[in-house]
């Protein structure tokens, strides 16, 4: 609606506005033709360095605008089909003379935020561009540049997780600082920039908190006597109870293996516990799992029970309050308070059902 009255306006007052058609001498109309391009080996070396930065690039924007859509839809997409469907794609397109595309995030957001639930409303998207492609690009050139740029504002503005602020705020300065360095990339030189350097932060970021959790110390008395509450062997987990743990670092690369556990989530137990003994770190990505974990056991009617957590993963949990996500009793010290929690939320549903 914005944009045809705004070009309707523009046009009836005779306004002196930087139109489509001013800027770019509007838009081809017609079917692109087929064309096979002329295969030259010699030029192979110098093209393999920037064709995997575009195709990096292109993937990283793709997976982007996905976890955008997750966000905005509480879906899960799946990130294989996602990048071979684009890789299918990018491989037609130079035929009929196209350049490499990705997910857009701006476009999924207005899709979204319109009620797209389905590939059906890709589809559409593709065969209203082609219809204005074919029939209505002479009347394109006449759309007013700033209609555009006030509609890319309010994309923008809606499409952003303004209350995800506060969130980042809580966590470790490093955490801040891949963040405040990436944003400041975006708005002042381009995406391309920013996640390429955003990238090389986040892992340097990974580096730096796999060595800071590799430790090397004695085995003590003290240290045995302790890990018995930890530990699973003689201890019955009741049925209504699943135990999950995570072994290893759970930074922004591994956040994928929770997958699993969201796709069964409708034939899991009433209470899930995720042991987090052997999970040396944790960061703001693997965080963000955790909360959409819980946000999405708790939608289903089940319960999320954290223990066990290690100094660099505890601290980090409760600067992030996570606690508001489920609760202050369900962050437990070891895997046998966790049981002992689980059994009394099973007490408390029995009673109110």
């Not at 982007?64 to 966000?71: L, P």
């Not at 979204?112 to 589809?123: E, H, Q």
């Amino acid at each position: 609606m914005a944009l045809v009255a705004g070009t309707i306006a523009a046009r009836a007052r005779g306004l002196d506005v930087e139109t489509i058609g001013t800027r770019f001498g509007g838009i081809p109309s017609g079917l692109p033709s087929f064309h096979l391009p002329r295969f030259r080996p010699e030029l192979i070396p110098g093209l393999i360095v920037p064709a995997m930065t575009v195709a990096m690039l292109g993937a990283i924007e793709s997976l982007m605008s996905a976890m955008v859509a997750d966000r905005m839809s509480g879906d899960r997409h799946d990130s294989n089909v996602e990048l071979v469907a684009q890789g299918i794609a990018n491989i037609a397109s130079p035929l009929f003379g196209g350049l490499p595309a990705t997910g857009a995030i701006a476009r999924t957001a207005t899709n979204i935020r319109n009620g797209a639930k389905t590939p059906v409303a890709g589809i559409i998207h593709a065969l209203t561009l082609l219809t204005i492609l074919l029939s209505a690009a002479p009347l394109a050139r006449h759309i007013p540049l700033s209609v555009l740029a006030a509609i890319l504002l309010v994309v923008a503005y809606n499409m952003g997780d303004w209350k995800e602020i506060p969130e980042l705020l809580r966590l470790t300065r490093t955490d801040v600082t891949v963040w405040i360095v990436t944003l400041a990339l975006t708005v002042f030189a381009d995406l391309t920039q920013a996640v390429g350097v955003g990238m090389v932060c986040a892992a340097l970021l990974f580096i730096k908190r796999v060595a800071d959790t590799t430790t090397v110390s004695p085995v003590t008395d003290e240290y045995v006597q302790e890990g018995h509450v930890h530990i699973l062997q003689n201890k019955i987990i009741p049925p209504y109870v699943k135990v999950f743990r995570i072994h290893g670092p759970f930074l922004f690369g591994a956040t994928e293996k929770l997958r699993p556990v969201f796709d069964d989530v409708h034939n899991l137990p009433e209470i899930i516990i995720l042991r987090l003994r052997n999970m040396t770190a944790i960061d703001a990505t693997g965080l963000r799992a955790f909360e959409e974990l819980a946000e999405t056991l708790h939608q289903s009617g089940r319960h999320l029970v954290l223990c066990g957590a290690r100094h660099q993963p505890a601290s980090l949990i409760a600067r992030a309050d996570f606690h508001r996500h489920v609760g202050d009793a369900n962050i437990c010290q070891n895997l046998e308070e966790a049981l002992n929690r689980a059994r009394e939320i099973h007490g408390q549903t029995r009673m109110a059902s």
